[in-house]
């Protein structure tokens, strides 16, 4: 009989199967067994027993973290006094920003607090990579559901790994680099493998770098706007509020274009001119009254008032959902070369 | 898309309701909202308290796109 494992997983509202982003602020509740992804990975793994799911809304976490990660330590901590889990899964959450913090703020505290190793799941532009790669093991995923048996795969192992307490490494075991150094014996000194990497590269042939250069994509901070009084503004969102019924087909998720919409004559949004397209966030909100996404309202009467010196004639719009980074990068710079050519000075970017 | 208009030469503030995802992307003003599906509302309130709700946001944003600084700040 093979050994047995048992785990405690964690997954958000909508994995777990309660609901979607209607359902995205219930604070973290405890199932017993297995919910969702969890079946998939009992039955890829007969050997793990999943002893409970720790289900939690998407927003509740990212929006609370310190108080919702109390909350989950205090709901995991009597399952970690009698029948201890060998290990704890949150996750995979793919490039889902809230679901990917949330994950790795959960695995983060149980190995500290709960001394509890814990694995999750990312594909490796989620945001939360960032702030978590180096403290937590976090298996590398695909960018959406479609991989989630591959996640499995990749994620399980590495964890049984860890509780075994066996060596791992991160191209070999599929997670993301933590930033670590290992000591590790080479069967040729340095010298001699700097210059083979050397002449490699000079005859153009490939070769694997023993040290990454770490990339830093930073803008330096543009100088303060002397007057505001005197300066132009123009609006940006990702937030997804565009005019009533789409009419760019703006991406509900994945978004593969921005739109560039007039304000002429446009004192505020309202429920009957704009709507939301974004599809990963509750829209009831939002639809009731766009300015809670974008506030033309306010920004027109300070524009009235005088607080604001005149108003770009357009607003421009996408949906930050899953959205690739680099189609980001490129709507920003489009954007930007539309503001600049139109004496923009500044800019108020709202997200979700 | 914060970080290409700033590149441009524009000074941009971020307004957002998860700080976390704009530092890792590299906002450098960035002001908290109030929640991710209201960022600049807050539909418990009545409207008039709401709009004075948003009203302050936006004066912070504008306060932030004022004020130098030397590396990401968040204009709490």
């Known amino acids: 009989m093979s050994t047995r494992y048992t785990i405690i997983h964690c997954l958000n509202q909508f994995f777990g199967g309660i609901g979607g982003e209607e359902q995205a602020n219930i604070p973290p509740c405890l199932f017993p067994g297995p919910k969702g992804p969890g079946m998939l990975i009992q039955k890829e793994f007969p050997e793990i027993e999943i002893a409970a799911t720790l289900i939690f809304g998407d927003n509740y976490v990212a929006e609370n973290p310190e108080t919702a990660i109390r909350e989950i330590l205090s709901l995991l901590t009597p399952h970690c006094t009698e029948n201890r889990p060998d290990l704890l899964v949150a996750g995979p959450a793919f490039t889902a920003g809230r679901y990917g913090i949330a994950c790795g703020a959960i695995c983060e505290a149980v190995q500290e607090e709960l001394d509890l190793p814990a694995v999750t799941g990312m594909y490796p532009n989620n945001p939360a990579v960032e702030l978590y790669r180096q403290h937590t093991f976090i298996a590398r995923t695909s960018e959406n559901v479609m991989g989630m048996t591959d996640a499995i795969r990749n994620m399980i192992p590495l964890g049984l790994k860890l509780v075994r307490q066996e060596e791992v490494w991160p191209e070999k075991d599929g997670y993301l680099l933590q930033g670590r150094r290992k000591n590790i014996f080479a069967p040729e000194a340095g010298a001699k493998r700097a210059v083979t990497m050397l002449l490699a ?59 560039t919409y007039s304000l002429e004559g446009l004192h505020a949004f309202s429920a009957q001119t704009h709507q939301t397209a974004h599809g990963g966030y509750d829209p009831t909100y939002a639809n009731e009254d766009p300015n809670r996404v974008l506030p033309l ?18 607003y421009y719009a996408t949906v930050g959902n899953a959205t690739s980074v680099e189609n980001a990068r490129k709507y920003g710079q489009q954007i930007a070369k539309v503001l600049v050519a139109d004496g923009v000075q500044a800019v108020i970017l709202t997200s979700t | 898309m914060v970080k290409e208009i700033e590149r441009s030469g524009i000074t941009a503030v971020h307004a957002c309701s998860i700080v976390p995802i704009s530092l890792t992307v590299g ?19 009545s409207f008039e308290e709401e709009k004075a709700l948003r009203r302050q946001l936006v004066e912070k944003a504008l306060q932030a796109l004022q004020t130098p600084i030397e590396e990401q700040t968040v204009f709490e």
Request: charged residues 25%.
């Open chain 1, 297 to 314: 309202d306010v920004v027109r009467e300070l524009e009235a008032e005088g607080a604001i010196g005149s108003l770009h004639e357009y």
């Open chain 2, 27 to 45: 906002g450098n003003r960035i002001v908290p909202t109030i929640a991710i599906p209201h960022p600049f509302g807050n539909p418990d309130k």
């Open chain 1, 201 to 259: 590269r000079m005859n153009g042939e490939p070769f694997t770098t023993e040290y990454p250069m770490p990339v830093f994509d930073r803008a330096e901070p543009a100088p303060p706007i002397e007057d505001m009084r005197r300066a132009r503004l123009a609006l940006v969102t990702s937030g997804g509020i565009v005019p009533k019924g789409n009419p760019d087909r703006i991406e509900a998720a994945s978004a593969q274009r921005f739109g």
